[in-house]
Structure formats: C-alpha cells, structure tokens
C-alpha cells in the first residue's frame, strides 16, 4: 500500500512539491485550514496525509472540481466503479465522447461526471484542459498517452480524508471570511494571463484578473495581520505582498509565508536543509 498522499487528479502545476516541502520544515497543527483555491487539493492531501488539521474548508469556482470532491467524499465506492468502467472502455473514440458529454449541464454531487473528470484529466495533454468564455471545457487526448489505470486506493483514502472537510464551490472572497486567527490559510491562485486577448485560455469565463489579484492581496494580508498563518504560492515575487511576510523559492515556486510561520520555520532545522540548501533560494526584494 502506498504512503504517499492520495492523488486524484493529473493537474500541471499542482503545489503537492510546495506542501511536501512545508511539512518537511515542520509545518505545525492547526484546528481549521481553509484552501480556497482547490484544483486537484495536492496541498490539502498533503497536509491532511499528515493530520496537520481537524477540520478544513475547501472551495474553488469551478463546478466540475467541486463536484468530483463532493462525490468522492460521499460516495467513493461509486466514483471507483465508474473510474473501473473506464479502464474498461478506455480508447481514443472513447476518449472524445467523454469529452464532448463533460460538457453537458452539471447537477450538484454527480459521481459520473467525477469520474468523468478524472479519467479526462489523467489522459489529456499536457494535463490540463482549456475553457472558452461560455465555460465550456476543451480537453485534447495526449497521443502518447499509456493505458488507463484508475488509482483506486487514492479514491478511497481521499475520501477518508475529506470526512472532515466542508466542500464549497464559492469565489475566494467569500471563503476568506471564514478565516479565524489560528488557522492555516492556502493560497494559490491562477496565474494572469499575459493574452487577456485569447478565446480560450483560463481557468474559467470569468477570469481572475488583476483586480482579483489585488483584493485578494489585501484580504490576505488582512488575515495574516489578524493572526492566521498563511502560505500563497505565485509566480514570482510580488511587491505588493512583502510587508507583514518573507518570501521564498520552493522549485520554481515563489512562496510567500507570514512572519509568525516563517519565524517557525526557520527555526527548524529541517527548513534550513531542506527549504533553504536544497530546493529554496532566499529571495529578497529590494
Ligand atoms: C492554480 S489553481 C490551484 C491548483 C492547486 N493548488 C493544486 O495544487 O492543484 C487555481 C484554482 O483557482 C480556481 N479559481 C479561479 N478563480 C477563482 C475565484 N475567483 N475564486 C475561487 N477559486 C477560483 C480555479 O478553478 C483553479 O482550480
């Protein structure tokens, strides 16, 4: 049996590497962690591998994570099932009419449309997967894709963890002001598109844009001056960020950690090595 966190969905740019980092460097307990950027959840399987939390609020825009999360959380056995089925069909013609039916209007807690989803995401190019403005999703079947083998075990122990998670699908906003003073808050979210211009490119219709960037920098810095410890992982350094935090490359992530948790950190041997020697840089704005 695999000791790794469970993985559910093929996602490129997952922070599972960034989380993986952060436990290393004794990331401390927490009652309440809140991720409000969800995608594949890499950081919250990570850290609830761990049990660095008792409860958690997940939540992200997009309908079709939050409802591969709701169904796995409640009905693993049939999410499992359906994945198997897939494995069974699994083919190129099999592979575009899923595509085309992920499309199809989408209920609230559908276990096919989870297993729909994943089985879409771990044979798609490049693992990820495009969106026009109408919030159609657009994925294309990576030709050299190998044979499809559902991860059954990962459906199964996400499941177990996300017992104690409360699934919403919600913008960030809203999910930023459940945050208390001592819990752990998340963050990462979509980069900008430098094209603002193209048909078919985001997360969703309604793009993160550079005003949502900027709120919810203030947001954060808010929650972290009230106490919570917050982790944001972005795509370099932002200035607009730097003042109540320190920054850090985990790979070619920059991490922003606030100064309660940075401090921690620091402190622990286990950062200095494995954060700081091997895999961060010190990153410091001038
Ligand atoms: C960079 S991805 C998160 C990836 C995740 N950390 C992982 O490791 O898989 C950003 C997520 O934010 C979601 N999102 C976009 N705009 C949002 C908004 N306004 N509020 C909440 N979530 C949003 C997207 O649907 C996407 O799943």
């Known amino acids: ?39 594949s959840g890499a950081a919250f399987f990570c850290f609830g591998h761990e049990k660095l939390f008792a409860k958690a609020f997940l939540s992200d825009t997009n309908p079709h994570i939050v409802n591969m999360f709701r ?16 494995a069974l069909l699994d083919s190129a013609v099999h592979y575009a009419s899923v595509a085309y039916r992920i499309n199809e209007s989408l209920l609230d807690q559908v276990p096919e449309k989870s297993a729909d989803f994943i089985y879409l995401l771990a044979g798609a190019f490049h693992s990820t997967w495009y969106e026009t403005l109408s919030g159609q999703i657009r994925l294309s079947r990576d030709p050299g894709v190998s044979e499809y083998k559902p991860r059954l075990w990962d459906i199964q122990k996400a499941s177990e963890q996300l017992q104690s998670a409360h699934v919403q699908k919600r913008d960030f906003r809203l999910s930023l002001e459940q945050v208390g003073s001592n819990d752990l808050l998340f963050l990462d979210p979509p980069y900008l598109n430098a094209s603002e211009q193209q048909e078919q490119r985001g997360y969703n219709s309604k793009r993160f844009s550079r005003s949502d960037f900027v709120e919810l920098v203030e947001r954060t810095s808010a929650a972290a001056a009230s106490g919570a410890d917050v982790i944001f992982c972005w795509s370099g350094i932002e200035p607009l960020l730097s003042k109540v935090g320190r920054w850090s490359w985990i790979g070619r992530d920059a991490v922003w ?5 940075f401090e921690h950190l620091r402190s622990a041997e286990t950062f200095l090595e494995v954060a700081f020697e091997k895999e961060c840089k010190a990153a410091t704005l001038k």
Request: aromatic share 6%; glycine share 10%; net charge positive.
């Open 1 to 39: 049996m695999s000791r790794s966190p469970p993985r559910i969905l093929n996602w490129a740019g997952s922070k599972g590497r960034v989380a993986k980092t952060l436990v290393a460097a004794g990331l401390p307990g927490y009652d309440c962690y809140h991720e409000p950027f969800l995608g």
């Open 71 to 86: 169904s796995i959380q409640s009905d693993p056995s049939l999410v499992s099932n359906k994945l198997k089925l897939h």
């Open 257 to 261: 950690v606030s100064d309660g948790l």
